[in-house]
Nanobody
């Protein structure tokens, strides 16, 4: 069993910063990639950013230059530093991990419960 626990969400004013973290725990042999997605009310979930175990990152155009993803591989933890926040960044942010268990080679996707980020104008 694998669990992803997000933390760091909250309320911040436009232009402010917030740092999210996500720790993966359980039966994990290796993590191929971790990332973040978000979902605002009335909108579809959208991918925000990903990072591979080798440190390769990808960002949605809407957050490039403002958000930074990083990892501590030894802790199976991923972070999302969010700067210059905008009201449109308001959403529930979900952590995702693509990983392999000890008993197989298949990559599995796991999701956290989400953490609320609210940016006021």
């Amino acid at each position: 069993q694998v669990q992803l626990v997000e933390s760091g969400g909250g309320l911040v004013q436009a232009g402010g910063s917030l740092r999210l973290s996500c720790a993966a725990s359980g039966s994990i042999a290796s993590i191929n990639a971790m990332g973040w997605a978000r979902q605002a009310p009335g909108k579809q979930r959208e991918a925000v950013t990903t990072i591979t175990s080798g440190g390769i990152t990808n960002y949605a155009d809407s957050v490039k230059g403002r958000f930074t993803i990083s990892r501590e591989n030894a802790k199976n933890t991923v972070y999302l530093q969010m700067n210059s926040l905008k009201p449109e960044d308001t959403a529930v942010y979900y952590c995702n991990a693509k990983l392999r268990h000890y008993d197989g080679t298949i990559l599995y996707n796991y999701w956290g419960q989400g953490t609320q980020v609210t940016v006021s104008s």
